[in-house]
């Protein structure tokens, strides 16, 4: 038996309402490109939506101007989707409640996450969103999967609940020291003065 490898997340496709909501929303609130736009080819009575999130992935979006946005929140029962959430950088993630506020978007504020900073807030269908912001930057030529499972193994091994801030900085410490080299025999950490 042989593993099926993946390569990333291709495209996620949302359940929508009409058109003009999917959008105003996914474009015009959240600046995604509308790229795409074609029939649903399994069903003729439906759109098919494309947006790019800002990776070149595609979060995708079935509409029918007979469904109508429905803000409940959607179900959270086990297999549902809980939620999706994108990254915007520090900047943008300052002005985020600001932003939502001046739409009369409810939203959660800020809630730190230990290793990021996110805000949640629920689109015109009850989906909830999660705009996250991380609190580090991966070294060159790595990622933040790599650092995250770095300061994870830093976390467990120091008996810590959750990962923090000093747990990244270990992390991308370490990952430096394996991915660089130096001519310094000794490249402990030294007190100069």
């Known amino acids: 038996m ?8 291709h495209h996620i496709t949302i359940m929508g309402a009409d058109r003009q909501t999917s959008i105003d929303f996914w474009e015009g609130l959240l600046g995604m490109p509308f790229i795409f ?36 929140r959607t179900p959270t029962d086990a297999g549902c ?56 930057i991966p070294p060159r030529g790595s990622s933040h999967a790599e650092v995250m499972l770095e300061a994870h193994k830093l976390r467990v091994a120091a008996g810590d609940a959750a990962i923090g801030e000093v747990h990244l900085a270990d992390a991308v410490e370490l990952i430096v020291e394996r991915s660089q080299t130096s001519l310094s025999a000794d490249r402990t950490a030294k007190h100069p003065y």
């Open 2 to 9: 042989r593993k099926i490898q993946v390569l990333g997340v």
């Open 81 to 136: 989707v809980h939620h999706l959430a994108f990254e915007v950088d520090r900047a943008m993630f300052s002005q985020v409640p600001g932003r939502l506020d001046a739409r009369g978007i409810g939203h959660s504020g800020v809630k730190d996450r230990g290793f990021m900073d996110s805000i949640y807030f629920k689109d015109p269908l009850g989906l909830l969103i999660e705009l996250a912001c991380y609190k580090f």
């Open 37 to 72: 736009d074609q029939p649903n080819l399994d069903d003729p009575d439906e759109g098919h939506l494309y947006f790019d999130p800002g990776d070149g992935r595609l979060i995708t979006i079935f509409t029918n101007e007979d469904r109508t946005a429905d803000r409940g």
